[in-house]
Nanobody, 123 residues
């Protein structure tokens, strides 16, 4: 089992919602600062959000602020990304990553990634 596994992606109409999950393997990774990134074809990996699982504080990229919410269920070793009012520009493969230390918008500050889950927004 991979240290982090994402799920919940799929096809959704513009304006629709999805909830992504990021499950951490308790034997391979402690759940601390977990970030969500996304990557569209031909583009750089873009920071979406990050949550500190110890106290629930969360931060968001400007493009998703007010539409996306990240939360954690530490007992389930799971971090969620609730995405509402999805737009075509939200399309991409969504990855969760474990931060080296604190939440950061830079992908290089994350040391472990899941395999990603694809989100398609289309009418």
């Amino acid at each position: 089992q991979l240290p982090l596994v994402e799920s919940g992606g799929g096809l959704v109409h513009p304006g629709g919602s999805l909830r992504l999950s990021c499950v951490a393997s308790p034997y391979k990774l402690d759940l601390h600062e977990i970030g969500w990134f996304r990557q569209a074809p031909g583009k750089e990996r873009e920071w979406v959000s990050c949550i500190s699982t110890s106290d629930g504080r969360a931060w968001y990229g400007d493009s998703v602020k007010g539409r996306f919410t990240t939360s954690t269920d530490n007992a389930k070793m799971t971090v969620y990304l609730e995405m509402n009012n999805l737009k075509p520009e939200d399309e991409g493969v969504y990855y969760c990553g474990s931060a080296h230390s604190r939440c950061s918008p830079w992908a290089t500050d994350y040391h472990t990634w899941g395999q990603g889950t694809r989100v398609t927004v289309s009418s």
